[in-house]
Nanobody
Framework: QVQLAESGGGSVEAGGSLTLSCAVSGSTLSRHCMGWFRQSPGKEREGVATIWTESDQFTYYSDSVKGRFTISRDSAKTTLYLQMNSLKPEDTAMYYC???????????????????WGQGTQVTVSS
């Protein structure tokens, strides 16, 4: 059974940094999309940063976080991270990690690709 456990959310002032972690268990993580998504009240869930385990070519960042956020995995490849720098109030949201098998990597930025989701961790950025 695939399980995702997120941690690292919290409250920070604008310009600050946070690192989110997502520990993955129950999956071999071969040919998988893995990613971070966020959702604010009244808005649709959006992709923040995603990867495909087989190639860096398909690493995706939304335009709103490009240059500020970095997605990565640990050497054992069982933990997904999201390093968030220069945080802005508009980054305030519930952040979710997600994974799913995908033979190809070109659709990893789409929430509809994912069946396995974490419980979410709140990030609040004050101005």
């Amino acid at each position: 059974q695939v399980q995702l456990a997120e941690s690292g959310g919290g409250s920070v002032e604008a310009g600050g940094s946070l690192t989110l972690s997502c520990a993955v268990s129950g999956s071999t993580l071969s040919r998988h999309c893995m990613g971070w998504f966020r959702q604010s009240p009244g808005k649709e869930r959006e992709g923040v940063a995603t990867i495909w385990t087989e190639s860096d070519q398909f690493t995706y960042y939304s335009d709103s976080v490009k240059g500020r956020f970095t997605i990565s995995r640990d050497s054992a490849k069982t933990t997904l991270y999201l390093q968030m720098n220069s945080l802005k109030p508009e980054d305030t949201a519930m952040y979710y990690c997600a994974i799913d098998f995908s033979f190809f990597g070109d659709k990893c930025d789409r929430p509809s690709v994912y069946k396995h989701w974490g419980q979410g961790t709140q990030v609040t950025v004050s101005s």
